[in-house]
Each structure stands twice: as C-alpha cells, then as structure tokens.
C-alpha cells in the first residue's frame, strides 16, 4: 500500500481480556517499530524489527506485551490480560533501513481497557 | 541515556508570522539524526524535517527551517508565513545510526491565529 496501515482504527475490551493489534508496513521497508502514546504525552518505543535480525524488544513495558513479524510484512503487537494502565495509542511506523532513515507512521490503533 | 527536552508546551503564531519552536537534546553520540514531526488531531505523525548531524548546513523544507546548534545541543524548528493547517502538535524526536528507534520530546502545542 501507500502508506503505513494499522487494524483496527479503535479498539474497546474490558480488563484481563487479550488483543492483538496489526501494522502493515509500507512495501519494501525492512524496519518496522511499535510506540506508545498514552493521552497528552510524547511516543514512548516499544519494540523494533529489522529484517531477520533479532527484534530490538528493549522498550516493552512488561511481560504481557509481546510483538511478532515475519519477515518484512506484517506485524502484530498483543498485549495479554490488559490492565487500565494499557490504554493509549499504538503507533506502528516502517522506514527503508535502520539507522536515522525517516519513520513513517500510521493512523494507530486507540486501545481502551474498561 | 539519550534526552529530548522540549521547554514550551504551548505557542500561539498569528497567521502569516513566524514561529520558532525549542528543542534541546543529550547525548555522547556523535552519529545521530534529529527530526521534527507534526501531528494534527487526526493523530497521525507526519515528518516535517530531518537533519544528520554530520552536516553542518541546516535543513530547511519549504516554510520549514532549522538551526541546529551542534555543540549546543540545540534544534529549533522556525515556521515562516504560518498557516492555519500549521496548528498541530510539534515532536521533536532523536536517534542514532545504530540504534534506530526514536526518542521524541513531550511535545510544543501550537495554535495559530487569524
């Protein structure tokens, strides 16, 4: 596709429930990176994939967020048993390479945990 | 650990004038790369403007300019004849040739004004 697409656009579950969210990358990128951005804050990384190497996981929070990619297409990000504390926007964003090349981000995903 | 520290949660522009919003970093780096990214209410990140800092010539993209002060740490994005399409949220964002994910500042609120 033209840009960086993210599913779903909002996602409502209640406490202790699991979610999977999912990034398309654009076509070609071979780096693929999670943020988080919870209400009136800066994006904090989550997570980062760079071809086949070893993802870059130095940014998840804890051990109930996990993310996968393979290869250089799509990307889930799941978070299990959801705590409050979860909600924000999932921001997923891919670049041509590592290493300073421009980000390009998606619409996110805006998680509420009830 | 890398910083980006942004002074000014809030500046207001009249159309048409110019604006200069603040940016500061910390790092031991010598390889990095500096960004400034635009997010509007619809929440998607746009990017405004990248300079590597191995160049010493400021970036600038149409009404968009920096001046990056390396031995300052300093980054400032100026708007000239600012546009109500300006009025967004203005991240100033981080990263190094190695380590490719983003650290972004808390972010400068601008409105623009008739």
């Known amino acids: 596709g033209a840009g960086v697409s993210q599913s779903p656009s909002n996602k409502v579950t209640e406490k202790g429930k699991d979610v999977e969210l999912r990034c398309d990358p654009i076509?070609?990128?071979?780096?693929l990176y999670w943020y988080r951005q919870r209400l009136g804050q800066g994006l904090e990384f989550l997570i980062y994939f760079q071809g086949n190497s070893a993802p870059d996981k130095s940014g998840l929070p804890s051990d109930r967020f996990s993310a996968e990619r393979t290869g250089e297409s799509v990307s889930t990000l799941t978070i299990q048993r959801t705590q409050q504390e979860d909600s924000a926007v999932y921001l997923c964003?891919?670049?041509?390479?590592?290493?300073?090349?421009?980000?390009?981000f998606g619409d996110g995903t805006r998680l509420s945990i009830l | 650990a890398q910083t980006v520290t942004q002074s000014q949660p809030e500046m207001s522009v009249q159309e048409a004038e110019t604006v200069t919003l603040s940016c500061t970093y910390d790092?031991?780096?010598?390889?990095?790369?500096l960004f400034w990214y635009k997010q509007p209410p619809s929440r998607q990140m746009i990017l405004v403007i990248r300079q590597e800092a191995y160049k010493q010539q400021n970036a600038t993209e149409n009404r968009f300019s920096v001046n990056f002060q390396k031995a300052a740490k300093s980054f400032s994005l100026k708007i000239s004849d600012s546009q109500l399409g300006d009025a967004a949220m203005y991240f100033c964002a981080y990263s190094t040739g190695t380590a490719s994910k983003l650290t972004f500042g808390t972010g400068t609120r601008l409105q623009v004004t008739l």
């Open positions: 964003a891919s670049s041509s390479s590592g290493g300073g090349q421009p980000q390009h």
């Open positions: 790092t031991s780096e010598s390889d990095y790369y």
């Open positions: 076509s070609g990128h071979t780096a």
